[in-house]
């Protein structure tokens, strides 16, 4: 028979390559999203409900309607630096939204959900590689936000039998190979969409936010993984939690460092075009270095990433771009 899955957040950038992902390989999938930040156009693998999953009436009507075996539930804002200014929407969105959708689950009589959580839980890491059991103690309220989630998670399987798999994001990157769907973000802040635009466009200077921090070349380090690996992982996570139930976290990283030097080496390398940098203070609140380790994942899902080379992953990232220029 075939299964459904319930994509909250599936015309955005992690969510919908999600929906490709799960339809390629037979799902039903139905998106749920407000189009706050995420496009019309990027919902291509089943039907659009316009709608919050802060509106009982719409989450709801939606489960009664599609009868989901399965939610993945990416709708959430995502900028730390919002959420350090702006906490009220991160909880209400993100916590509280949470919270509405999980009660209609309950109302509605579905059991399973995944949970985009994120790498921003651990807050400053005290070792390297990060895995599942490094203390939790986020240093934003973007962080908290997701990290209430999980507990959240926790206690609604144990109490309302909800089984879950919180999947902790390290730095989601790259794009569809195919070209279909991207990264767009409006304001776009992240490292690798502008450091392609800055190799494209000699007026739009790329800035190394950070020169000083404590590592070889003095900027920061993080873990990118290809949004195809994250897709995959959902896709596995969901079979398993389908047969399994419980409760279950996992990181989604590859094991590599990248620093900021580094990707813009290789932005040069693939664009084969140098970006035009300067230097930068730090952003508040980013550490030095996040890298995950993944053999969690490995053992317990059969997932490694596989399409998450820094080159690759710049590759299709201005593919996109190239194929969408900013107007
Ligand atoms: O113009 C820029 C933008 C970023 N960076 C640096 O590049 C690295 C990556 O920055 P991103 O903004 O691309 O990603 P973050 O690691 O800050 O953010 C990621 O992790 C966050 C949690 O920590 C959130 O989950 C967020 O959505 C996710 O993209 C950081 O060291 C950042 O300081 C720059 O040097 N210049």
Redesign the pocket.
């Given at each position: 028979m075939t299964r459904t899955v319930l994509v909250t957040g599936g015309a955005g950038y992690v969510g919908s390559h999600c929906c490709k992902t799960f339809a390629r390989a037979g799902w039903n999938v139905v998106t749920l999203d407000n189009l706050s930040r995420g496009w019309r156009d990027a919902v291509r693998w089943g039907p659009l409900v316009e709608g919050d999953v802060r509106d009982p009436i719409a989450v709801r009507g939606t489960l009664e309607k599609y009868e989901p075996d399965l939610v993945a539930h990416f709708a959430a804002f995502?900028?730390?630096g919002e959420s350090v200014e702006n906490p009220a929407i991160y909880y209400e969105n993100n916590t509280a939204g949470t919270l509405a959708l999980l009660n209609g689950m309950r109302a509605a009589g579905c059991r399973h959900i995944l949970f985009s959580s994120?790498?921003?839980s651990y807050g400053v890491p005290q070792h390297i590689p990060i895995d599942e059991r490094h203390p939790q103690a986020p240093i934003n309220p973007?962080?908290w936000s997701k990290m209430i989630i999980e507990r959240m998670l926790e206690d609604f399987g144990r109490a309302y039998g909800i089984g879950s798999v919180s999947l902790r994001?390290?730095?989601?990157?790259g794009a569809d190979p195919e070209g279909e769907i991207g990264e767009r973000h409006e304001p776009e802040?992240?490292?690798?969409p502008?450091?392609i635009e800055a190799a494209r466009r000699a007026d739009q200077p790329?800035?190394?936010?950070?020169t000083d921090f404590p590592t070889p070349d003095g900027?920061?380090?993080?873990d990118y993984i290809h949004v195809n690996d994250l897709a995959r992982a959902h896709l596995l996570a969901g079979e398993m939690l389908l047969e399994r139930g419980g409760t279950h976290v996992f990181n989604l990283g590859t094991g590599v460092g990248t620093s900021?030097h580094e990707?813009i080496e290789a932005v040069e390398r693939v664009a084969r075009c140098k970006p035009v940098v300067r230097r930068?203070p730090?952003?508040a609140g980013?550490p030095a270095k996040?890298v995950a380790s993944f053999a969690k994942a490995e053992r317990e899902l059969g997932w490694q990433p596989q399409h998450s080379g820094i080159d690759f992953i710049i590759k299709t990232a201005l593919e996109w771009r190239d194929r969408h220029p900013p107007v």
């Open positions: 995502a900028y730390v994120t790498c921003a973007y962080g994001y390290f730095n989601a990157a802040s992240h490292a690798i502008l450091a790329f800035t190394i936010l950070g900027s920061a380090i993080r900021v990707l930068g730090r952003r980013d996040l």
